[in-house]
Nanobody
Framework: QVQLVESGGGLVQAGGSLRLSCTAS????????MGWHRQSPGNRRTFVAS???????NYAAAVRGRSLISRVSANDTVFLQMNSLKPEDSAVYYC??????????????WGQGTQVTVSS
């Protein structure tokens, strides 16, 4: 059974930093991407950052320049370092993992989410 377990969320003051981590287990397929989305109350889930198996990274404009995504392939763990946090960064952050199935079709797994709250 595939599981994504997130950690590192919490309460931080504006201008502070947090490091989120997400470890995948039970993987039996090739991983294409790992990354993060976030969702705040009343809003839809939106993309934050991703890292391709080859190392290419992508960031949402809202966090670009303040965040760094990295991955340790050996244990299928992805990290999101967020700096200069703003109150508008407050949200539940969801880890995701996109794999390539045996038939070549993609499939995405999601974690349960970790709360990030930035106080002003």
């Amino acid at each position: 059974q595939v599981q994504l377990v997130e950690s590192g969320g919490g309460l931080v003051q504006a201008g502070g930093s947090l490091r989120l981590s997400c470890t995948a287990s039970g993987i039996k397929s090739n991983i294409n991407y790992m990354g993060w989305h976030r969702q705040s109350p009343g809003n839809r889930r939106t993309f934050v950052a991703s890292i391709h198996d080859g190392g290419d990274t992508n960031y949402a404009a809202a966090v670009r320049g303040r965040s760094l995504i990295s991955r340790v392939s050996a244990n299928d763990t992805v990290f999101l370092q967020m700096n200069s946090l703003k109150p508008e960064d407050s949200a539940v952050y969801y880890c995701y993992m996109s794999i390539r199935q045996r038939d070549g079709s993609p499939f995405t797994y999601w974690g349960q989410g970790t709360q990030v709250t930035v106080s002003s």
